[in-house]
């Protein structure tokens, strides 16, 4: 299983001056690269380096930066044909689909610059990395992280890392090759049912309330609102300030929630069953008002938390069809639109039943699971002879 864990660098003014320059002059050469295969319509990778490794050495860059500066470009153009192929830029012919095709894709001077282990070495006992500059060999150069991310290094870190700059300030992020736990046999299923007045809310009781980041979205988007009036630069830059710290919180939220659910599998020796709603966002259609609760709802990294985490606890986790779950009765199976009041209520027309819609849901989610896991499961029924 492949997790990354970032680390701060922490130069004096001289490393983070050279580092800076050469973030600028390989995302330059990326860009250079870019229009090349622009013009070539976009050739495969060997072929590639045919029409830009020699410029590239000629420019300064080292053996191993050409080669990933190319490498990180013909990325970029499979990503972006994979974004067409999906639609994510419009029908064939649309005005924003037309506006992409008519150029390079283009890189910024900060963006992130992959390091293989030629290019990169890590000192962990001194905390210090040695990483080749356009001005040479750059070495000594201190990082901070916690502890736990230390020992992730010193023990799983394998293949590629990232130099990356953001506000001035540089990070490496390292992959990680982390074992999965053994899976043991699950004494039932705990439901988990995700939404947006509640976050995530788990058959066994436990409820993650979505009130306070709801509020606090909201005032973010009100916040944005009033500087995207300005127009200024300052505001501008604002405006990228509030939107990586708006994720970050998200992003915290959601682990602390993943956390919790998986630890109280793991704690009672349960499995864990999950909605599958990949693609939600193009099924469902809602009114203006709502579309930006439903953009703004972080479902899909909530779900990647849980997932890898109960990868590494060695919980079992299916995932599951939510199809009529909100509408389902957890006792009696009785299937009715009706049956869902409310958000929040839950009134059974066959068996009368008056139970919260969410827990309900996550009930049914439940046995969902369990039948899942059990029509997967291997036969033990003896081979006839």
């Known amino acids: 299983m492949k997790l990354v864990t970032q680390v701060k660098l922490v130069p004096d ?96 001077p900060e963006a992130a610059q992959p390091y293989d282990d030629r290019c990169l070495s890590w000192q962990y006992d001194a905390q210090t990395v040695s990483v080749w500059t356009t001005a040479g060999r750059l070495k000594n150069v201190p990082f901070v992280c916690s502890p736990d991310a230390l ?118 020796s349960a499995g864990i069953s999950l909605e599958e709603l990949k693609g939600i966002r193009q099924r469902v259609r809602l009114r203006k008002p709502q579309r930006v609760a439903l953009h703004s709802w972080a479902f899909a990294q909530l779900g990647d938390f849980i997932v890898y985490k109960a990868k590494r606890a060695g919980v079992p986790l299916v995932l599951i069809d939510p199809a009529y779950t909100s509408q389902t009765c957890a006792q009696c199976g009785h299937v009715d639109r009706r049956n869902r009041v409310d958000q929040g209520l839950f009134i059974c027309r066959g068996c009368g039943v008056v139970a919260h819609a969410d827990r309900n849901a996550s009930h049914n989610i439940a046995t969902r699971g369990e039948s899942v896991w059990n029509a997967g499961r291997e036969s033990r029924v003896p081979a006839t002879p």
Not at 208 to 233: C, P, S
């Open 13 to 108: 003014a001289v490393q983070a001056s050279v580092l800076e320059r050469t973030l600028r002059a390989v995302n330059d050469a990326a860009n250079w690269v870019s229009w090349v295969a622009f013009e070539h319509g976009v050739p495969r990778e060997y072929e590639l380096r045919r029409h830009t490794y020699l410029r590239l050495k000629a420019d300064g860059l080292g053996a191993q930066a050409a080669q990933h500066v190319i490498k990180k470009v013909r990325d970029a153009y499979t990503t972006l044909q994979a974004n067409m192929r999906a639609g994510n830029y419009g029908k064939p012919g649309s005005k924003r689909r037309r506006k992409v095709e008519a150029k390079p894709v283009t890189f910024r």
């Open 151 to 268: 020992t992730m290094l010193r023990e799983y870190r394998k293949g590629e890392s990232d130099l990356v700059e953001r506000d001035g300030v540089f990070y490496l992020v390292a992959t990680c090759e982390v074992p999965e736990a053994e899976r043991y046999e699950p004494d039932g299923f705990i439901g988990v049912d995700l939404g947006i007045a509640n976050i995530a809310t788990a058959s066994t009781g436990y409820q993650a309330a979505g009130r306070g980041l709801n509020r606090y979205r909201k005032r973010q988007l009100t916040l944005r609102q009033k500087l995207q009036k300005k127009r200024t630069k300052s505001a501008k830059r604002r405006l990228k300030a509030r939107a990586r710290r708006e994720a970050r919180h998200v992003k915290n939220t959601n682990h602390i929630i993943a956390k919790t659910i998986v630890t109280e599998a793991e704690r009672t």
